[in-house]
């Protein structure tokens, strides 16, 4: 295994260097200190080859998809991202692969100022788990249990990009036009997370979630936590210009945009008084934000509208296994 | 994956509760708060099937040694356990095997007053990542680079113990003593984490690692990282009565004392006039303490030595592999 902790030279160097690291990559653990003040939040992802990215896909794709899954948590929280802990589980040594995957995380610290303080470098069949630490002021957590009714829904970006463009891969979609496709694909490579549009929820936002198994399923969480329903407005999803050129039939367009996962944007709610303040907060970063829906006293229902008319997915159309 | 995800609520319940963890498993992320003076130490270690631990190891043995792993890293920081993220990648649902094995985490996180913060369940070879985060006061970090000339090395508990536990599986050697073979069986199995040495070290030794990959390379990165040399005395190495009556050959009870890994024991290095305080204090803990030599000031050198006498091991001797 000594040529595994070779490995671990890729990822000592390059990285973004914060002052609150008092100890990185190197010793038994690493040591660091949180601001007083602030909270310490924590997640952890995992992404398997061949479960979470399709075999063959780039080093800097996955290691792309492994950070942005996790700060997008974060985001979620309302957190800042920190520090990153790192487990590549690799079956064979491929140099150029690591210094591709690697390079990728260190570029990424650097955008998003975290630094990578640790991990583990082991033989074993493509995987990698990530836990990232962040910091929120205390008690200025958001969870997925505040929301109440007649608090606002929005949601940032657009929705289902990730979905076409992993069905693009995998040869169920045809998408002629060049760069749409290229767009399309690129969402679900390299999903952004929202990471300045979470912390610009705090104290504002009395739910949010990110959208990763798909809008239908996650906002489930929401008000299941909540313990309120939800109206939504199908026909007000943020549908980008490649998906909606391109996947003509609209009941498969809103599906791809209420049910495929993998977008990474966040869903929250804000209550009346608050919505123009984040609209406008929001816009000021040039988030894109819009208002899908409103939260319900109807606990554990979500009313699917289009045009005003109530709604039903079929249950077999794309993504809808994911949703029960 | 949804199954995967109900196997979550194994982990949910049934764990120690720290007042400091304001919200635990559930939402996008948890959130924790540091206590004032105290830096964060966060260690990961990954286990994979086949490689960290036999094909059909017992469930309770794979999560009592994915905890102590860890908890063996923030014990050679001097830090105290607080929050553990568990990333569990199985290839299919065994119920059995999940309820068994979180009921381990569990019963440890009683034991060493953690809890489980969060965490991710997905499909994929069987493999383990733990992340575990601990406190430490300021400036009370234990760090492998604080080694000096004429410190003395100290190391706890027994060595070699799970080596020859793990030959024992592997038929690579028969302890006919069923005592004796269950007793180092039991220390590959479930080794002990050093977590009461652990901090008991801070601000007395100058220096801290866990022998996990063998006595002599992980003394390699003391000397190392602290730019000296050692001596060690082979004869001085603590080998339980179960090593010694059964491995009858001087030479291969010392390779495996001094080269195989997996024991989980503290290697420290003390200045003199600390050396009868930590032996006392550790004493009265009733953990097990040996002087087994001295640095030096041959930087890089390590100087073994049987009955005064120098000594090398054949390259070729069982552990000797890990050894560069």
């Known amino acids: 295994m000594k040529e595994f902790d070779l490995i671990g030279n890729y990822f000592a160097k390059g990285g973004y260097v914060r002052k609150d690291v ?5 010793d038994d653990a690493a040591v660091t200190k949180v601001p007083t003040g602030q909270c310490v939040v924590t997640t952890t992802d995992t992404l398997v080859e061949g479960v979470h990215f399709l075999a063959d896909t780039a080093p800097e794709a996955i290691a792309h998809k492994a950070i942005a899954v996790n700060l997008s948590d974060l985001a979620a929280m ?3 991202p920190a520090w990153i802990s790192l487990s590549l589980s690799l079956p064979s040594i491929d140099e150029s692969w690591v210094k591709a995957f690697s390079e990728k995380i260190h570029s990424l610290s650097h955008y998003f100022s975290f630094q990578l303080i640790g991990g583990d470098t082991v033989q074993g069949p493509l995987s990698i788990t990530i836990t990232a630490q962040g910091f929120i002021p205390d008690d200025n957590q958001i969870t997925r249990s505040g929301a109440e009714p007649s608090d606002w829904l929005l949601v940032t970006g657009c929705l289902g990009d990730a979905g076409v463009g992993l069905d693009i891969l995998t040869d169920k979609v045809i998408v002629s036009n060049a760069e749409h496709a290229s767009y399309l694909k690129n969402r679900h490579w390299f999903p952004t997370p929202r990471v300045l549009a979470g912390t610009t929820l705090r104290r504002v936002a009395t739910s949010c979630i990110d959208v990763s198994d798909g809008l239908i399923q ?14 939504v407005h199908l026909d007000k999803l943020p549908i980008s210009e490649a998906l909606g050129k391109n996947i003509e039939n609209l009941t498969d367009a809103l599906t791809y945009a209420a049910t495929a996962g ?7 709610t804000v209550p009346e008084e608050q919505r123009v303040y984040i609209e406008t907060a929001l816009a000021s970063y040039n988030i894109p934000v819009t208002c899908i829906g409103q939260i319900t006293g109807a606990a554990g229902k979500i009313d699917l509208r289009l045009d005003e008319q109530p709604f039903e997915f079929e249950s077999k159309k794309i993504g809808f296994e994911h949703f029960s």
């Not at 008092?22 to 190197?26: A, C, E, F, K, S």
């Not at 996650?218 to 109206?231: F, K």
């Not at 993998?262 to 929250?268: A, G, M, S, T, V």
């Open 262 to 268: 993998d977008d990474y944007e966040l869903l929250f």
């Open 218 to 231: 996650d906002l489930h969480q929401v008000i299941s936590r909540s313990e309120v329903g939800a109206i």
């Open 78 to 80: 309302g957190a800042e």
């Open 22 to 26: 008092l100890l990185g990559i190197g």
